[in-house]
T-cell receptor
Framework: EPEVTQTPSHQVTQMGQEVILRCVPISNHLYFYWYRQILGQKVEFLVSFYNNEISEKSEIFDDQFSVERPDGSNFTLKIRSTKLEDSAMYFC????????????FGPGTRLTVT | QKEVEQNSGPLSVPEGAIASLNCTYSDRVSQSFFWYRQYSGKSPELIMSIYSNGDKEDGRFTAQLNKASQYVSLLIRDSQPSDSATYLCAVKRETSGSRLTFGEGTQLTVNP
């Protein structure tokens, strides 16, 4: 069964460093998303991506964040200068419009900023 | 007002009982409704999706939707210890590419 994959599973970085989180969505899906979940809090939307551009972003997704689909399979989230409060689980999800808007989530990347 | 609000937990039921999870949402134009299960440290896993008023059954799970009351629920029959997890209610404005808005989740424990 197709699934969303994410790498790395855990990333530790120092404050101020840049990180890139990688995702491979399900191959025939057209919509891609990043969510994050701070420990003990709810899952929060960051950004959605469709047709090679951002379709929606939340207030969390400020100038330090960017997304890219560098090739036909990968979808990346870059955080330019990490802050302590960026420590969270980051989930990638993808959705096929044919699936009734159902989003399938990857296993997540745990980002720890020290 | 929270966009998606779930009944406060934690919820504890004995094995074999029915677990009832509730969710209300504030955005009247919401069209798609989902229940995800999340084990500690893991990603959300889809349990049910529902789009029309009424009930939808899938095995031991039944989702109920009432758009007029802006209410969606999930019933788990014959609860098993393996059902112990946090259940997330999520809504979407459309059936296509719009984002999911999650509630804070209800932690369910099924006691053997």
């Amino acid at each position: 069964e197709p699934e969303v994959t994410q790498t790395p599973s855990h990333q530790v970085t120092q404050m101020g460093q840049e990180v890139i989180l990688r995702c491979v969505p399900i191959s025939n899906h057209l919509y891609f998303y990043w969510y994050r979940q701070i420990l003990g809090q709810k899952v929060e939307f960051l950004v959605s991506f469709y047709n090679n551009e951002i379709s929606e972003k939340s207030e969390i997704f400020d100038d330090q964040f960017s997304v890219e689909r560098p090739d036909g399979s990968n979808f990346t989230l870059k955080i330019r200068s990490t802050k302590l409060e960026d420590s969270a689980m980051y989930f990638c999800a993808s959705n096929s419009i044919l699936a009734g808007g159902v989003e399938y989530f990857g296993p997540g990347t745990r980002l720890t900023v020290t | 007002q929270k966009e998606v609000e779930q009944n406060s937990g934690p919820l504890s039921v004995p094995e074999g009982a029915i677990a009832s999870l509730n969710c209300t949402y504030s955005d009247r134009v919401s069209q798609s409704f989902f229940w995800y299960r999340q084990y500690s440290g893991k990603s959300p896993e889809l349990i049910m999706s529902i789009y029309s008023n009424g009930d939808k059954e899938d095995g031991r799970f039944t989702a109920q939707l009432n758009k007029a009351s802006q209410y969606v629920s999930l019933l788990i029959r014959d609860s098993q210890p393996s059902d112990s997890a946090t259940y997330l209610c999520a809504v979407k404005r459309e059936t296509s590419g719009s984002r999911l808005t999650f509630g804070e989740g209800t932690q369910l424990t099924v006691n053997p």
